[in-house]
């Protein structure tokens, strides 16, 4: 059981540049979501997902774009980096969405010059 | 909106120290709350919650949280630390207002403890 999956791990861009970190889970959760970790300003959430076709926006989703076609899988997306998007990501899934423990992914640090 | 602050940013103990962290929550609902406890080099996983019920609550590894709701705090204690405790704790909230979960974290706390 892998739980919840991110890649990569490390990942350094240009600005301008477009990427994807994607993100899947193997618990049938219902719930998932993505962080962004900022020293000082702990995690935020940039956008989350009740289910299949189904997303919405959480605190800071600027800049970031994501989608959700299958229960297992939910990709964020990056359309044209910026150095405000240096950060550690995480993605975090939960059984229900609502009032379920979050499972976390291992982050992907992002750097943008 | 929920907001969480957590006052200590970084605590250094020494092994059997009481540790004590605080965490407060401004929402004026009902609220589920959470410790979440992040070792080093390894991903956010759930320390303990309070969801409803004794306001104390126990996780796992000898912590413990007290849901004060008159001082809006969630604050986790361990009577005694280990070299092995040392990450960073993240406090929770979410409002329980029968929508969709949007969980807030606070900044978080290291906690070192030192040999």
């Known amino acids: 059981n892998a739980g919840v999956t991110q890649t990569p791990k490390f990942q350094v861009l240009k600005t301008g540049q477009s990427m994807t970190l994607q993100c899947a889970q193997d618990?049938?959760?219902?719930?998932m979501s993505w962080y962004r970790q900022d020293p000082g300003m702990g995690l935020r959430l940039i956008h989350y997902?009740?289910?299949?076709?189904?997303?919405d926006q959480g605190e800071v989703p600027n800049g970031y774009n994501v989608s959700r076609s299958t229960t297992e899988d939910f990709p964020l997306r990056l359309l044209s980096a910026a150095p405000s998007q240096t950060s550690v990501y995480f993605c975090?899934?939960?059984?229900?969405?609502?009032?379920?423990?979050?499972?976390f992914g291992n982050g992907t640090r992002l750097t943008v010059t | 909106a929920q907001s969480v602050s957590q006052h200590n940013h970084h605590v250094i103990l020494s092994e059997a120290a009481s540790l004590e962290l605080g965490c407060n929550y401004s929402?004026?609902?009902?609220?589920?709350l959470f410790w979440y406890v992040q070792y080093p080099g390894q991903h956010l996983q759930l320390l303990l919650k309070?969801?409803?019920?004794?306001?104390l609550v126990k996780g796992i590894k000898g912590f413990e949280a007290e849901f004060i709701k008159s001082k809006f705090s969630f604050n986790l204690r361990k009577p005694s630390v280990q070299w092995s405790d040392t990450a960073e704790y993240f406090c929770?909230?979410?409002?329980?207002?029968?929508?969709?979960?949007?969980?807030?974290f606070g900044i978080g706390t290291k906690l070192q403890v030192i040999p």
């Open positions: 997902s009740v289910g299949a076709g189904i997303t």
């Open positions: 975090a899934s939960s059984l229900t969405p609502y009032n379920s423990p979050l499972h």
């Open positions: 309070y969801f409803s019920g004794d306001p």
């Open positions: 929770a909230v979410n409002a329980n207002s029968g929508g969709y979960q949007k969980v807030t």
């Open positions: 618990m049938n959760h219902e719930y």
């Open positions: 929402y004026g609902g009902t609220v589920n």
